[in-house]
């Protein structure tokens, strides 16, 4: 059995900690990244890699917006989603015109992400 990857980016280390140990508990391979740089060069190496991209909202630099426009750009069939403390309509309506498929709000539990994810990934 293949796992799948997720590529999950915030600039929070306990978080991408977090993350990371949630969904490898649920079976899936899981990069962390605290820098966008350092995930987009990842990214860049083996796009097909990543069934599925993570990414927090708001980071030192850029946005997780930009992050998403980046990611697609180099493979728009990727799909990316947004975590944030914050859910606004705005921010929805700006990530879903984008190609982003869900904005989910932090913190989210295993209970909760994992089945998100799922989705996601179907």
Same mark, same amino acid.
């Given at each position: 059995?293949?796992?799948?990857?997720?590529?999950y980016l915030d600039?929070?280390?306990?978080?991408? =900690? +977090? &993350?990371?140990?949630?969904?490898?508990?649920? @079976?899936?391979?899981?990069?962390? /990244?605290?820098?966008?740089?350092? $995930? *987009?060069?990842?990214?860049?190496?083996?796009?097909?890699?990543? =069934? +599925? &991209?993570?990414?927090?909202?708001?980071?030192? @630099?850029?946005?997780?917006?930009? /992050?998403?426009?980046?990611?697609? $750009? *180099?493979?728009?069939?990727?799909?990316?989603?947004?975590?944030?403390?914050? &859910?606004?309509?705005?921010?929805?309506?700006?990530?879903?015109?984008?190609?982003?498929?869900?904005?989910?709000?932090?913190?989210?539990?295993?209970?909760?992400?994992?089945?998100?994810?799922?989705?996601?990934?179907?």
């Amino acid at each position: 059995m293949v796992k799948v990857s997720v590529l999950y980016l915030d600039d929070e280390e306990p978080l991408v =900690s +977090l &993350v990371t140990h949630l969904l490898t508990r649920v @079976g899936y391979d899981v990069c962390g /990244f605290t820098t966008r740089d350092e $995930a *987009i060069a990842a990214f860049r190496v083996d796009p097909q890699r990543y =069934s +599925l &991209v993570l990414t927090d909202m708001s980071m030192p @630099g850029a946005s997780g917006l930009d /992050f998403a426009v980046e990611i697609l $750009a *180099i493979a728009p069939e990727t799909r990316v989603a947004i975590l944030t403390g914050q &859910v606004n309509e705005s921010d929805v309506a700006r990530a879903t015109a984008l190609g982003v498929r869900a904005v989910i709000q932090k913190p989210a539990s295993l209970n909760e992400l994992g089945p998100i994810v799922g989705q996601l990934l179907m």
